[in-house]
């Protein structure tokens, strides 16, 4: 029935609900979530919510409006009523009316389906910032061309929001990059910064990582990493902590 986030959380992490009858978007949400350090539990229905409501605080739900059973509405404002947690309710009808319904029955947020995991986050984050919670861990996260990077969890996510897969090797090499950009970089420079002082002077496997990146990092064309001839390697966007 739930899902729980619960590695290097610190004792104020904000608490999510994430109630959805897909399983998918439920697991989805709960990864991406759980990648920025919050603490996430699931529920399949709004009997399923009740449930975690009533064995552990929850500072936001994140809740589908329709549902078999009860509907999101309904759930949402027995919510309100008890004076639960803030509510950010997705639902595919995206219409002025049903917004202004789903904000009247005690939404502090809603969000029209399709919408990305980005989209949610930030939702998430201006909901716990009018609770006073938490708004997110604190953690090295770096943003760069509509991409984010977790040098915590790891996790590279792209313009969408969606996670994208990376090698120990991949991580480590992106990561030099993330921390020198705007600047060339020698094959060497990179050898060493990615695996340390201790390695030969010169890979051929450099040049192997970086072509990898490239193929994930591609996005409608842009250059994100240039080759300068002769040189090495530059990083081109400009890169924020976030």
């Known amino acids: 029935m739930s899902m729980t986030h619960a590695a290097q959380l610190s004792n104020d992490t904000a608490t999510l609900l994430?109630?959805?009858?897909?399983?998918?978007?439920?697991?989805?949400?709960?990864?991406?979530?759980?990648a920025r350090?919050?603490?996430?539990?699931?529920?399949?229905?709004a009997q399923e919510m009740d449930e975690v409501l009533a064995r552990m605080p929850v500072d936001c739900v994140i809740l589908d409006v329709m549902m078999p059973g009860e509907d999101g509405l309904n759930a949402c404002r027995r919510?309100?009523?008890?004076?639960?947690?803030?509510?950010?309710?997705?639902?595919?009808?995206?219409?002025?009316?049903?917004?202004?319904?789903?904000?009247e029955v005690g939404a502090s947020h809603y969000l029209s389906k399709p919408c990305s995991p980005r989209e949610i986050l930030a939702?998430?984050?201006?909901?716990?910032?009018?609770r006073g919670?938490?708004?997110?861990?604190?953690?090295?996260v770096y943003g760069f061309d509509g991409w984010h990077i977790d040098f915590d969890s790891h996790e590279l996510f792209d313009p969408q929001g969606v996670l994208v897969g990376l090698t120990?090797?991949?991580?480590a090499v992106l990561r030099v990059f993330i921390e020198r950009p705007r600047r060339v970089l020698t094959r060497?420079?990179?050898l060493s910064a990615a695996r340390g002082p201790d390695s030969d002077a010169y890979d051929r496997a450099i040049d192997v990582q970086v072509s990898r990146l490239r193929r994930k990092l591609r996005t409608g064309g842009d250059e994100i990493i240039r080759t300068v001839r002769n040189e090495g390697y530059l990083f081109v966007p400009r890169v924020a902590r976030t």
């Open 37 to 45: 350090g919050y603490r996430v539990e699931t529920a399949a229905s």
């Open 18 to 34: 994430v109630v959805d009858d897909d399983r998918d978007i439920r697991e989805l949400l709960a990864n991406s979530l759980g």
């Open 168 to 171: 120990d090797g991949e991580f």
């Open 79 to 103: 919510i309100a009523q008890r004076g639960g947690p803030e509510v950010v309710l997705l639902s595919a009808l995206g219409e002025e009316p049903d917004r202004i319904l789903g904000l």
């Open 133 to 140: 919670a938490p708004a997110e861990p604190s953690g090295e």
């Open 188 to 190: 060497e420079a990179l």
């Open 123 to 130: 939702t998430v984050r201006a909901a716990l910032r009018r």
